[in-house]
């Protein structure tokens, strides 16, 4: 049973002709940034209003990178949560924090991201990503 959907943004930007890739440090642990979805809120627009609120970043969505559903709590009251990541991509802002957020690139992503789900979330938008430009260059020949 699903008791509650969050949302994730796996978002990248363009620096010196490569993607970088937007992580936020809790703790030990670097992550994809997650947020909670506000009453009347869509998902999408959660993930806008996080990344703008919380990390300073300016973005719009491209698409939806997946989506996964986790079990939060202790055992015998734990609560079904569900994930919705979105692809984005800054169009403004930086994130000022360093403790907090850092772009790095796809392959220090990869090392850095401790969950599977959310190393699997980064690979689907980067596979996205990569389409895209095909397509893309396609069009322009």
Known sequence: MIDKTKVGTVACRQH?????????KLGND????????????????????????????????LDEAGNTTVS??????????????????RSSGKSES???GSWVTFTSACKRLRLIREQKMLRQA???????????KRKSL
């Open 16 to 24: 010196k002709g490569s993607t970088e890739w937007l992580l936020i």
């Open 30 to 61: 670097w992550e994809l940034p997650k947020g909670e979805i506000r009453r009347g809120e869509s998902s999408v627009r959660a993930a806008i209003r996080y990344l703008k609120e919380e990390i300073g970043v300016k973005a719009t969505v």
């Open 72 to 89: 939060t709590g202790q055992k015998g009251s734990q609560q079904g949560q569900k994930l919705i990541y979105y692809l984005m991509k």
């Open 98 to 100: 360093q403790e907090l």
């Open 126 to 136: 980067s596979s996205i990503l990569k389409e895209w430009a095909k397509i893309k």
